[in-house]
């Protein structure tokens, strides 16, 4: 489980509309950043394995004038419920990075990225992902969008060797509408033989500081492997944070 339940944060921060401090140099755009989240939910499964332990850590966005751009974020997580192999290593931290371009036509924007992920200090295990976004403005303050990811190993048998895989695909699509004192946001998602989830939010910048305060209804009942582990539907509200400088 640990190639599914970890997945983007900073697939997360990137689609928040965060308000920034950038630092130019030429072409180039550099946006540091502090992040802070009370759950790690993963954003196309909706999966955490604790609720109870928040992440946080840094990360840094290095974008060009042309819509190229390199993300780079190490995360404090610790949400694995084995203890025994938290002290060992497992989850103990995240490290990912994201080559991507980001543009828009018109009022479409666009985002394609590859994410890969070190999650493991004990088998250095890495993680690849595709990502493809899709948003765009249908009215004053109101925005509709879509997303994809593809697992770059075509995702995780629910049984060595055989089918159905899970994993393998996953998308979501969102709204967002401007409101006197927030953004709103809902969000419908799924995973193949996975999950299907959805979210509704509320994200407001606070001094510089962006907040997002998400409620998760997460349903694993089309999971390849309902049958042989005990996972169950949940219900999470996660707050996050995130300071660019």
């Keep these: 489980m640990k190639k ?11 689609l928040s509309q965060v308000a920034n401090s950038e630092i130019k140099a030429g ?3 550099l946006t540091p950043g502090l992040m802070f989240q009370t759950n790690y939910v993963a954003e196309f499964t909706g999966l955490t394995n604790n609720r109870t332990q928040p992440t946080y850590g840094a ?7 042309t819509g190229a751009y390199v993300y780079s974020a190490l995360k404090k997580l610790k949400n694995f419920p084995d203890e025994n192999s938290v002290a060992n290593g497992t989850f103990d931290t995240e490290f990912c990075n994201s080559l991507g371009f ?4 018109q009022s479409l924007n666009y985002d394609f990225s590859y994410e890969n992920c070190y999650v493991d ?3 250095a295990e890495n993680t690849g992902t595709f990502y493809f976004r899709l948003s765009g403005e249908v009215a004053k303050g109101t925005a509709l969008g879509a997303a994809y990811a593809k697992d770059a190993t075509d995702g995780q048998a629910a049984v060595a060797g055989t089918n159905p895989k899970f994993g393998q695909d996953a998308y979501k699509i969102f709204a967002s509408k401007e409101l006197p004192l927030a953004k709103a946001t809902v969000t419908y998602g799924e995973s193949k033989n996975l999950t299907e989830f959805y979210t509704v939010g509320l ?11 998400t409620y998760w209804n997460v349903d694993t009942d089309n999971w390849a492997k309902q049958t042989s582990l005990n996972y169950h539907n949940r219900e999470l509200l996660v707050l996050s944070a995130k300071k660019t400088f």
């Design 59 to 65: 990360d840094v966005n290095i974008a060009h004038d």
């Design 4 to 14: 599914i339940t970890i997945t983007s944060l900073a697939s997360l921060i990137l």
């Design 121 to 123: 200090t004990i088998t």
């Design 102 to 105: 980001a543009n828009k036509v």
């Design 203 to 213: 994200n407001k910048d606070v001094f510089g500081i962006n907040f997002d305060l």
């Design 27 to 29: 072409p180039l755009t």
